[in-house]
């Protein structure tokens, strides 16, 4: 800490070494009196949650990874999500029947239900006539999807009573959406009727379409989920390298 007041070590420096050796969560409890402290504490977080994400590219890109593989990863990582998660519910089958792949929690305590699939799905999207369409595994990764919602729909509220009651756990099963992340660009097989490989422009496309029409659900490629991952740390690495307002300014 001393060194830290003094100046003779820089936060960045301070937060690759807890990355490495410490405990993120003492950190922030040791270091809140100061604020080069808090800083290095964030730069911490950010660091580490970069280094999940680079890791998690790189199994992405590789056609051999599967969707357990994937989850291993980032099952505790809500906020790989976005900013409106804060957890992740202690439960995965939370409705009878089902296990539930990553039950996102919300600030209200309303979930929200993650489905992966394998990242290398060849035929992500195919041609139907003159036209895109997503391919077979997407149709039934959603339709999984909409069966949970479903079982939340017919069970939630009675489900809500009990997990509160017996559990202590406050979850809001009312009008549950979900989100089924599956296959990545670089993974699609189909080509052009020219013989090109299909653009990455073009499935994003296909898929955007698809979503157009979904109540409730949604479905993203991994490459989407990273890419926004990436672009929210940027963010939270340049806010963190702001300076802090001193408490009389």
Same mark, same amino acid.
């Not at 922030?28 to 977080?45: E, M, N, R, Y």
């Not at 149709?139 to 009675?158: P, T």
């Given at each position: 800490?001393?060194?830290?007041?003094?100046?003779?070590?820089?936060?960045?420096?301070?937060?690759?070494?807890?990355?490495?050796?410490?405990?993120?969560?003492?950190?922030?409890?040791?270091?809140?009196?100061?604020?080069?402290?808090?800083?290095?504490?964030?730069?911490?977080?950010?660091?580490?949650?970069?280094?999940?994400?680079?890791?998690?590219?790189?199994?992405?890109?590789?056609?051999?990874?599967?969707?357990?593989?994937?989850?291993?990863?980032?099952?505790?990582?809500?906020?790989?999500?976005?900013?409106?998660?804060?957890?992740?519910?202690?439960? $995965?089958?939370?409705?009878?029947?089902?296990?539930?792949?990553?039950?996102?929690?919300?600030?209200?305590?309303?979930?929200?239900?993650?489905?992966?699939?394998?990242?290398?799905?060849?035929?992500?999207?195919?041609?139907?006539?003159?036209?895109?369409?997503?391919?077979?595994?997407?149709?039934?990764?959603?339709?999984?999807?909409?069966?949970?919602?479903?079982?939340?729909?017919?069970?939630?509220?009675?489900?809500?009573?009990?997990?509160?009651?017996?559990?202590?756990?406050?979850?809001?099963?009312? $009008?549950?959406?979900?989100?089924?992340?599956?296959?990545?660009?670089?993974?699609?097989?189909?080509?052009? $009727?020219?013989?090109?490989?299909?653009?990455?422009?073009?499935?994003?496309?296909?898929?955007?379409?698809?979503?157009?029409?979904?109540?409730?659900?949604?479905?993203?490629?991994?490459?989407?989920?990273?890419?926004?991952?990436?672009?929210?740390?940027?963010?939270?690495?340049?806010?963190?390298?702001?300076?802090?307002?001193?408490?009389?300014?």
């Amino acid at each position: 800490m001393t060194l830290l007041h003094n100046g003779d070590i820089s936060p960045e420096t301070l937060a690759e070494a807890l990355v490495r050796h410490g405990d993120l969560q003492q950190l922030v409890t040791q270091l809140a009196a100061s604020d080069k402290g808090i800083s290095a504490a964030q730069a911490a977080v950010v660091v580490k949650r970069k280094h999940l994400i680079a890791t998690l590219r790189k199994m992405i890109q590789d056609p051999s990874t599967t969707e357990t593989d994937v989850q291993r990863v980032i099952q505790a990582a809500h906020w790989v999500f976005g900013g409106r998660y804060v957890g992740v519910a202690d439960r $995965r089958n939370l409705m009878p029947l089902d296990q539930h792949d990553i039950p996102l929690l919300g600030a209200d305590g309303t979930l929200h239900i993650v489905e992966l699939k394998s990242p290398n799905v060849p035929k992500l999207v195919r041609r139907h006539r003159n036209h895109w369409i997503v391919g077979d595994d997407v149709h039934e990764a959603i339709s999984q999807a909409m069966n949970y919602i479903r079982s939340f729909d017919e069970l939630g509220a009675s489900a809500s009573t009990n997990y509160r009651n017996e559990y202590g756990h406050d979850y809001d099963m009312r $009008r549950v959406f979900a989100t089924v992340v599956i296959g990545h660009p670089d993974h699609v097989q189909e080509t052009n $009727r020219n013989g090109t490989a299909l653009t990455e422009r073009t499935v994003c496309q296909t898929i955007r379409s698809y979503n157009a029409h979904l109540s409730r659900v949604e479905v993203m490629t991994y490459k989407d989920l990273v890419d926004a991952a990436e672009r929210a740390l940027a963010f939270e690495e340049g806010t963190t390298r702001a300076p802090i307002p001193s408490a009389s300014g």
